[in-house]
């Protein structure tokens, strides 16, 4: 009887182990995939959808450096990002080795069949808590994450891939984030009048906000100064 | 005419009150900037607390164009004040000196005599504002350079891109031009119906806050009266620097949010003027100078 129970239990840890194995494969194809980016310049078009802020359209540039470095400038003028969510990349997320990879299940996203994988950091150092990626298993590309950090909320991010899907680059970038109220004195506006009150639907869109980089050009393994970040 | 306005603004070059709206924004502005240059990040950090909390924003905040946007808020509100010292003085001063009578001995007619001055009080007018422009927008534009105008709002930011934003202090100026004449204008009735100097200008200056205050206190019995009274449009240059949006919230360059409002308000400004320099004109024709 208890050589059968160990038997079992022997054979349960085998096949999560074995899963887990299998799973992590999944991940660290894509983390094979990124490790060929070691640097890049990415031209792109920024759009900001706070509902509180109105901004146009702006042309940026991404620097990126591994491990970890990443820098979204504009071009000449002022630029807004979430506050800690640009630095959670898919590169800085995975070109450490400082994280289990658990499965955890299977969804359809956008007409394409992704693996869900949660990522916990191995090392308290880290700036994320956990992230859980989309990944479809055949292109080894990551559609979207959502990361919990430590200070600054949670970011969700989706990926929309094209020409440089073969890095593993994605060609549109979405970060979503919470917003915070906003809401400034007339005092110090000087703003005095018939202002009308903030809807409930739009105090309650108040509080998600969306930052979004289509890029039209990479320039990958060229080099970039450390100047720029 | 020309001469009877020449001779006119030679009576404000040569008055020492004339020069005292011109010293005042100067070193109310080089105040301004220099506190806003030394500890201008601590202001602009205080102004952006709740933005920090979800955005980084990365940029030149504090640049010449949105320097300028915080001094016209502050000085357009006292402007006015200063230039009812001068305009409210043009025809009551002439009374005090016992000079009227001699003006309207000569071959002009009242009239032309009141458009006269009425018009060289509008150059005092401009001029002040001319050099309020040069202040605060030209030497802001030198000291702390341009980028973006990221303007906050009470409820909302404005982030107007660099090349978007020179042609709308244009049009503030422009707008504030007739703002600055109504109380020009305001100033001119007010003087047409005293004989001293001090009563009209301290009568304009009243009336200024006394319709300042109707105008910002949010109560339902005031906004009846609100969309006429003048100090309820003077401070419409602002809309300038709001911007349209599109269904997905992309700012539109080169916009403007409520246009018409700007229109409406030019046109509330300019009948206030047509009816305080009309009103001024009937009173002076009618009058019996005896000073």
């Given at each position: 009887?208890?050589?059968?129970?160990?038997?079992?239990?022997?054979?349960l840890?085998?096949?999560?182990y074995?899963?887990?194995?299998?799973?992590?494969?999944?991940?660290?194809?894509?983390?094979q995939?990124?490790?060929?980016?070691?640097?890049?310049?990415?031209?792109g078009?920024?759009k900001?959808?706070?509902?509180?802020?109105?901004a146009?359209l702006?042309?940026?540039?991404?620097?990126y450096?591994?491990p970890?470095?990443?820098?979204?400038?504009?071009?000449?003028?002022?630029?807004?990002?979430?506050?800690?969510?640009?630095?959670?990349?898919?590169?800085s997320?995975?070109n450490?080795?400082?994280?289990?990879?658990i499965?955890?299940?299977k969804?359809?996203?956008?007409?394409?069949?992704?693996?869900?994988?949660k990522?916990?950091?191995?090392?308290?150092?880290?700036?994320?808590?956990?992230?859980?990626?989309?990944?479809?298993?055949?292109?080894?590309?990551?559609?979207?994450?959502?990361?919990?950090?430590?200070?600054n909320?949670?970011?969700?991010?989706?990926?929309e891939?094209g020409?440089?899907?073969?890095?593993g680059?994605?060609?549109?970038?979405?970060?979503?984030?919470?917003t915070k109220?906003?809401k400034?004195?007339n005092?110090?506006t000087l703003?005095?009048?018939?202002?009308?009150?903030?809807?409930?639907?739009?105090?309650?869109?108040?509080k998600?906000?969306t930052?979004?980089?289509?890029?039209?050009?990479?320039?990958?393994?060229?080099?970039?100064?450390?100047?720029?970040? | 005419m020309?001469s009877?306005?020449?001779?006119?603004?030679?009576k404000?070059?040569?008055r020492?009150?004339?020069?005292?709206?011109?010293?005042?924004?100067?070193a109310?502005?080089?105040?301004i900037?220099?506190?806003?240059?030394?500890?201008?990040?601590?202001?602009?950090?205080?102004?952006?607390?709740d933005?920090?909390?979800?955005?980084?924003?990365?940029?030149?905040?504090?640049?010449?164009?949105l320097?300028?946007?915080i001094?016209?808020?502050?000085?357009?509100?006292h402007?006015?004040?200063?230039v009812a010292?001068?305009?409210?003085?043009?025809?009551?001063?002439?009374a005090?000196?016992?000079t009227?009578?001699?003006?309207?001995?000569t071959?002009?007619?009242?009239?032309?005599?009141?458009?006269?001055?009425?018009?060289?009080?509008?150059?005092?007018?401009?001029?002040?504002?001319?050099w309020?422009?040069?202040?605060?927008?030209?030497?802001?534009?030198?000291?702390?350079g341009?980028?973006?105008l990221?303007?906050?709002k009470?409820?909302?930011v404005?982030l107007?891109?660099t090349q978007?934003?020179?042609?709308?202090y244009v049009?503030?100026?422009?707008?504030?031009?007739?703002?600055?004449?109504?109380?020009?204008a305001?100033g001119?009735?007010?003087?047409?119906?005293?004989?001293?100097?001090?009563g009209?200008?301290?009568?304009?200056?009243?009336a200024?806050?006394?319709?300042?205050?109707l105008?910002?206190?949010?109560?339902?019995?005031?906004n009846?009266v609100?969309?006429y009274?003048?100090?309820?449009?003077?401070n419409?240059?602002?809309?300038?620097f709001?911007?349209q949006?599109?269904?997905?919230n992309?700012?539109?360059?080169?916009?403007i949010?409520?246009?018409?409002k700007i229109?409406?308000?030019?046109?509330?400004?300019?009948?206030h003027?047509?009816?305080?320099?009309?009103?001024?004109?009937?009173i002076?024709k009618?009058?019996?100078?005896?000073?």
């Amino acid at each position: 009887m208890k050589i059968k129970s160990l038997t079992i239990i022997g054979l349960l840890f085998f096949v999560s182990y074995s899963m887990n194995a299998q799973n992590n494969v999944v991940v660290e194809k894509v983390r094979q995939k990124l490790a060929t980016v070691n640097d890049y310049v990415a031209e792109g078009v920024m759009k900001t959808d706070v509902s509180f802020i109105k901004a146009s359209l702006g042309k940026v540039k991404v620097y990126y450096k591994k491990p970890n470095l990443i820098k979204v400038k504009k071009d000449g003028g002022i630029s807004l990002l979430p506050k800690g969510g640009v630095s959670i990349t898919m590169n800085s997320l995975l070109n450490t080795d400082q994280y289990i990879a658990i499965a955890s299940g299977k969804q359809v996203y956008n007409g394409k069949n992704l693996e869900v994988y949660k990522l916990v950091p191995t090392d308290d150092q880290l700036e994320w808590v956990i992230s859980t990626l989309w990944i479809d298993p055949v292109e080894s590309l990551v559609y979207k994450t959502f990361t919990t950090t430590k200070e600054n909320g949670s970011f969700e991010i989706t990926m929309e891939y094209g020409a440089y899907a073969n890095y593993g680059l994605p060609s549109k970038i979405i970060f979503g984030f919470n917003t915070k109220d906003y809401k400034l004195p007339n005092g110090i506006t000087l703003e005095f009048g018939d202002e009308a009150p903030i809807s409930k639907e739009k105090a309650k869109k108040n509080k998600k906000g969306t930052i979004e980089i289509t890029y039209s050009k990479y320039t990958i393994n060229k080099g970039v100064s450390n100047t720029n970040f | 005419m020309w001469s009877i306005i020449q001779i006119e603004l030679y009576k404000i070059y040569k008055r020492p009150r004339t020069y005292i709206a011109f010293g005042a924004i100067a070193a109310l502005i080089w105040v301004i900037q220099m506190g806003l240059k030394i500890d201008g990040e601590a202001y602009a950090a205080f102004l952006m607390k709740d933005i920090n909390n979800t955005l980084i924003v990365d940029g030149k905040v504090l640049n010449g164009y949105l320097i300028c946007y915080i001094l016209l808020q502050l000085l357009l509100v006292h402007v006015p004040l200063l230039v009812a010292l001068i305009a409210a003085d043009m025809l009551s001063g002439e009374a005090n000196l016992g000079t009227l009578r001699l003006l309207f001995t000569t071959p002009y007619s009242r009239t032309q005599w009141v458009l006269a001055k009425f018009i060289a009080a509008s150059i005092y007018t401009i001029l002040l504002l001319i050099w309020l422009a040069a202040l605060a927008l030209f030497l802001s534009m030198y000291i702390f350079g341009t980028d973006d105008l990221f303007l906050m709002k009470s409820n909302y930011v404005v982030l107007i891109e660099t090349q978007d934003v020179f042609w709308r202090y244009v049009g503030a100026f422009v707008f504030a031009s007739f703002s600055l004449l109504t109380v020009t204008a305001l100033g001119f009735l007010m003087s047409s119906l005293a004989n001293n100097s001090i009563g009209p200008i301290v009568a304009t200056i009243s009336a200024i806050v006394f319709f300042t205050i109707l105008s910002t206190l949010n109560i339902p019995l005031f906004n009846l009266v609100k969309p006429y009274l003048f100090t309820t449009h003077m401070n419409n240059w602002k809309e300038f620097f709001d911007i349209q949006v599109t269904e997905n919230n992309e700012a539109i360059t080169g916009s403007i949010l409520n246009i018409q409002k700007i229109k409406t308000s030019l046109l509330v400004l300019s009948i206030h003027i047509v009816l305080f320099v009309g009103a001024s004109i009937l009173i002076m024709k009618k009058k019996d100078v005896l000073s």
